[in-house]
């Protein structure tokens, strides 16, 4: 079928993915190769030639991806890491300016900070939130705007059509991270950004069995630019982890459903109890975002934040850590987007690099991956835990 024919599901299930001609397999083959025969030297090629350049495997993957993000192109990478590394490299020179959001993920902050900072880029960090911080930090040396909505892990709300008004005035590249909506509960590049971003580690893949990532974007100049960060780099996912995302991808729709079913009735409970002093979703009406979230997103997500109240004898980051600890179906554990439901402490694990810095995260905050389980049994969990702190 047609990549852009259909309704999200079923684009999610064909594009892409037409039976294999040779056998008729009705999944995409992982093709475990690392060179193709060619048709003549220097002549017609049988479409691939060399596997880190291309492989079947992974234009499947690309093809899926870019048609659910309503793009015409899309480029997979080894890591998110990997992905965000080639769309800057091929963007920033030294000298340019980026801005990043005051709530980046941490690994993104440490990119920016470290190795594109010591290359000669130089970043701000701001309100993505607020459009006048926005363009009262732009310098004639500004190359990029760079946007999660929601934020890590303070799951802060951008107004994306807004922030690409923005970036068309100045001249810059809008690139929205997409991670933690996935393009079942928004499409950025229809709200006027450049490029998206995925860790497709999170909700693409969905089961917490592959590490990968991906840029997708309707612009050929840009596109032109991936492919040749794509191959110069390196950074390619191999056959088996394009063919585990695309797996993932099948079930995203009715994942996404489950994932934000349990995630609201989540930050209901944590919301009522007297532990929990903040709880930050984007599905609750007195959430700041909340507006801009119901108008760009389908549905609010898996993805919840609380902040702990101090008690006597103990600070609020470490009732924290205390609540990170007690519980028994939500796991300790960095990475989010699976189908199990895990726990974590971002100022002592994956925002740990952002410490002494403008985006340090509260220490009394934990951030909640729902999964799928019995919701029943996730809000017994955080009770039990959350009584065990007195």
């Known amino acids: 079928m047609s990549t852009s024919e259909g309704g999200f599901s079923t684009r999610a299930l064909h594009a892409g993915q037409d039976p294999d001609p040779t056998t008729g397999s009705v999944v995409v083959p992982v093709y475990a190769t690392s060179t193709f025969a060619q048709d003549g030297v220097g002549g017609l090629r049988r479409g691939y030639e060399y596997a880190r350049t291309g492989n079947p495997t992974r234009t499947a993957l690309e093809t899926t991806l870019a048609s659910l993000e309503g793009a015409r192109h899309c480029r997979a990478f080894a890591s998110g890491m990997a992905a965000e590394d080639a769309l800057l490299r091929g963007i920033l020179r030294p000298g340019d300016h980026i801005l990043i959001p005051l709530d980046a993920y941490g690994g993104t902050y440490r990119l920016v900070s470290t190795v594109y900072a010591d290359w000669g880029v130089e970043f701000t960090a701001v309100d993505t939130a607020d459009l006048d911080a926005v363009r009262a930090a732009i310098r004639p040396n500004t190359r990029v705007l760079w946007c999660e909505t929601p934020t890590n892990p303070l799951l802060g709300i951008a107004d994306i059509a807004g922030l690409a008004g923005v970036a068309g005035e100045a001249g810059l590249r809008l690139v929205v991270d997409n991670t933690f909506a996935s393009p079942y509960l928004q499409t950025p590049i229809a709200l006027g950004a450049d490029a998206v971003v995925h860790s497709t580690t999170k909700y693409l893949g969905g089961h917490s069995d592959v590490v ?102 103990m600070s609020g980051d470490e009732a924290a850590q205390a609540l990170c600890s007690a519980t028994t179906v939500f796991t300790l554990a960095e990475s989010l987007g699976g189908v199990e439901s895990l726990i974590e402490h971002p100022a002592a694990m994956t925002h740990a690099s952002a410490a002494g810095s403008l985006l340090e995260v509260p220490a009394d905050l934990v951030r909640l991956s729902v999964g799928l389980e019995d919701p029943d049994d996730l809000v017994d969990d955080l009770r039990q835990a959350l009584d065990r702190l007195g």
């Open 212 to 313: 990968g990532g991906a840029v997708v974007t309707d612009d050929d100049e840009l596109e032109a630019t991936l492919g040749r960060m794509q191959n110069g780099l390196g950074g390619v996912p191999s056959p088996f982890d394009a063919f585990l995302v695309q797996r993932g991808i099948k079930t995203l729709a009715v994942r996404m459903e489950r994932h934000s079913d349990n995630a609201e009735r989540v930050a209901e409970v944590l919301a009522a109890h007297p532990a929990i002093s903040h709880v930050l979703y984007p599905g609750r009406p007195e959430h700041q975002g909340h507006e801009i979230a119901a108008k760009q997103m389908r549905r609010f997500g898996g993805m919840v934040s609380a902040r702990v109240r101090a008690r006597e004898g």
